[in-house]
């Protein structure tokens, strides 16, 4: 089955390890989360990790989307020996610079080659692209994670990471909605709060993701833009929600919050995840494994229905079966698009 079944909730979960305990397997059950996201834990071997997409999907009962984080670069969840080391996306920007052909050619190459790594094992959605922009005050939470420092650099380079998934059959997730480029603090250990004007952050900061706005999968920014909403950070804002993310930029994909268990929150775990809602979430993502917390958020996670429902099923619609592909050669036109002396 392709789309969600009837009952499925608004909800993304983790596992705690290689293979599912008993618990989770009566969790999976008893909730029907929409969608699972893996983690370094999660992952030993490529057989082990297919072993337990499978498991999953099996309890499930449907092909429910696998996410993991596979930038490239710092945020990397299969590494070596068993998968390749993949580069940042600044690599690109730096190319861009000298070569946009070339550039974007290698970008949406490498997507197709990070697709190609997690269909084999059963992933069908990669936590890419990362369209926030590079910024002097912005902590190094981003960094090298971002393209560039300039919206028209970033936009085609996302753009380009983004097809390469597709082509690949793997759906890309647009990060971080409207923009975490500012932030002065890392969102995983404290909220941060970004002063500057909203006239600035929409010629700028919010830039890439209006150009992005067609992409079928979105994250929000655990982050407070004060000249917008001063109190809430987007993930739980209806403000930047509906006049920014879905109003000024277009966005019209299906929206997912961040991590509800990263410190940029505050509140219990329900509180979080009612609040998302109620700002304009379609699905609410919870990381860490942690039993109690995913019970505490699947307590409050509606049944898809309506908006969230159609905007989840045209995502889950693009999820193709790609052509063959030649990984081997494809290996070599990457690393001859990446070396300067060629």
Not at 40 to 57: G, I, K, M, S, W
């Amino acid at each position: 089955m392709t789309i969600a079944p009837s009952g499925t909730r608004a909800l993304i979960v983790g596992l705690a390890g290689h293979s599912l305990t008993e618990g989770e397997r009566a969790f999976l059950r008893d909730v029907r989360p929409w969608g699972l996201i893996l983690f370094a834990r999660n992952v030993d071997t490529p057989e082990q990790v297919a072993a337990l997409v499978a498991d999953a999907r099996a309890v499930l009962g449907w092909r429910v989307p696998v996410l993991i984080d596979q930038e490239g670069g710092r945020v990397q969840r299969l590494r070596p020996p068993h998968w390749l080391e993949y580069p940042p996306a600044e690599n690109f920007g730096l190319l861009y610079d000298n070569d946009r052909t070339r550039a974007l050619n290698a970008v949406r190459l490498n997507s197709r080659l990070l697709a190609h790594d997690l269909l084999t094992l059963g992933i069908d959605v990669d936590c890419l692209p990362v369209a926030d922009l590079r910024l002097p005050e912005g902590h190094g939470i981003i960094g090298n994670r971002a393209y560039g420092s300039d919206a028209a650099i970033v936009a085609p380079l996302a753009g380009a990471a983004a097809q390469g998934l597709l082509d690949g059959g793997v759906l890309p997730v647009l990060k971080h909605l409207p923009g975490h480029g500012r932030a002065p603090v890392d969102s995983h250990e404290h909220l941060p709060s970004v002063s500057a004007p909203r006239a600035v952050l929409e010629e700028t900061d919010f830039q890439p993701f209006k150009a992005l706005n067609a992409l079928p999968l979105g994250m929000t920014a655990h982050v407070v833009y004060e000249d917008i909403d001063a109190q809430n950070p987007a993930t739980t804002s209806r403000v930047v929600l509906d006049e920014v993310v879905r109003g000024l930029i277009g966005f019209d994909g299906a929206l997912m919050s961040d991590d509800l268990s990263m410190k940029a929150l505050s509140g219990s775990f329900a509180e979080r995840a009612r609040a998302s809602i109620a700002a304009g979430c379609d699905l609410l993502l919870h990381c860490n494994g942690d039993p109690a917390e995913m019970a505490e958020v699947a307590g409050e996670a509606p049944v898809l229905v309506a908006d969230a429902l159609t905007r989840t099923e045209r995502a889950l619609a693009l999820r193709i079966t790609p052509p063959a592909f030649d990984i081997e050669a494809a290996r070599r036109d990457m690393a001859r698009l990446l070396d300067p002396a060629l």
